[in-house]
């Protein structure tokens, strides 16, 4: 199997342009795909945005910035992905969605590259299923904002082959990230305990117990989290956090992934969090 040298991410949202800007200045060329032209602008103008602040805040030299720049390539056609070593997708939380892209990754690709994807909850067997190259699929899994968060979840199904996993393993270590890993099962690690408990805070604030701000500085400074739940959620965005519920609860039937009515009335409204400008809280002019 060749090194990883160029690496494709499918989706430019929250996620695909945090890891796309991570991997391009981790010094890997990284095709990134959108599914519209005026989508992917707003995704690059994202990866610019979380740059440019990085080098405002003396966190990045102006140099890395433009190297990182130049080495990312925006695209609207799959078959940019033709040359990738790793193909990593972030679309949204649907798995015919994803079936469907790993199907279409699986023609396009060369045939020494790794799949990944970055769900959350959703079975990547089931992905590495719609391929002919299952040994070569598996989940890694970063978390918001991807630039940031020091942590990387491999998720690694009971087909991923060992040389699949230590190329991966490498690559995440390469990105400066610590890794740990978890077997296929609905929400891995992280999720299995972080959904329940942003859902019972929904709940929380549904059935009055206290105001948004009191439910989320009890967390901030009694558990001394960095942020509260619902801030969380605003971040997560509610729409995802609703399809990462949905999609375990339809798995498991496990009532603590039942999602409560107050947060699937805010997704049918539009309030999808900061993403959008409305969630628990507003950011509109922010
Ligand atoms: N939001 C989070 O905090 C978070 C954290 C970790 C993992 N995830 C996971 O990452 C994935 C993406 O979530 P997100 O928050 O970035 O969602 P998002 O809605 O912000 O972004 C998804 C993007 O995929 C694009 N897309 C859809 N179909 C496409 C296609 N065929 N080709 C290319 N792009 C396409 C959409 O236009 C959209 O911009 C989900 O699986 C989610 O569960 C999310």
């Known amino acids: 199997m060749p090194a990883i040298q160029r690496v494709g991410v499918v ?10 800007e991570v991997c391009a200045r981790a010094g890997y060329t990284t095709v990134v795909r959108e599914a519209t032209g005026e989508l992917l602008q707003s995704g690059l103008a994202r990866i610019n945005g979380s740059m440019d602040k990085a080098v405002a805040r003396g966190k990045m030299p102006a140099e890395e910035r433009d190297g990182a720049r130049a080495r990312i390539i925006g695209t609207t056609d799959m078959h940019a992905f033709d040359e990738c070593d790793l193909i990593i997708e972030a679309v949204p939380e649907d798995l015919a969605m994803k079936r469907k892209i790993f199907a279409e990754l699986d023609g396009i690709a060369p045939p020494h590259a790794i799949l990944a994807s970055n769900t959350s909850s959703l079975p990547v067997t089931d992905m590495a299923g719609a391929t002919r ?5 598996l989940g890694l899994h970063f978390m918001q904002p991807a630039p940031v968060m020091p942590l990387l979840e491999m998720v690694r199904t009971f087909l991923t082959s060992e040389q699949t996993f230590q ?3 490498q690559f995440g270590q390469n990105l400066g990230k610590t890794i740990i890993v978890s ?5 891995f690690i ?3 305990l972080l959904i329940p408990f942003l859902l019972h805070a929904v709940e929380a604030l549904e059935h009055g117990v206290a105001t948004r701000e009191d439910i989320d500085t009890g967390v901030h400074l009694g558990l001394n989290h960095p942020m509260g739940p619902l801030t969380l959620l605003d971040f997560v965005g509610l729409d995802t956090a609703l399809m990462i519920a949905d999609a375990t609860f339809e798995e498991t039937k496990d009532v603590r992934f ?7 009335r805010m ?3 539009g309030y999808f969090g900061r993403k959008n400008g409305k969630g628990f809280y507003d950011y509109q002019g922010k």
Not at 11 to 20: Q, V
Not at 133 to 137: D, L
Not at 183 to 187: L, M, R
């Open 267 to 269: 997704v049918a409204a």
């Open 11 to 20: 989706g430019c949202g929250l996620m695909g342009s945090g890891i796309a």
């Open 190 to 192: 992280v999720n299995l």
């Open 258 to 264: 039942a999602a409560p009515p107050l947060l699937r």
């Open 183 to 187: 077997k296929d099962t609905p929400g």
């Open 167 to 169: 190329a991966a393993r």
């Open 133 to 137: 190259r299952p040994t070569q699929v």
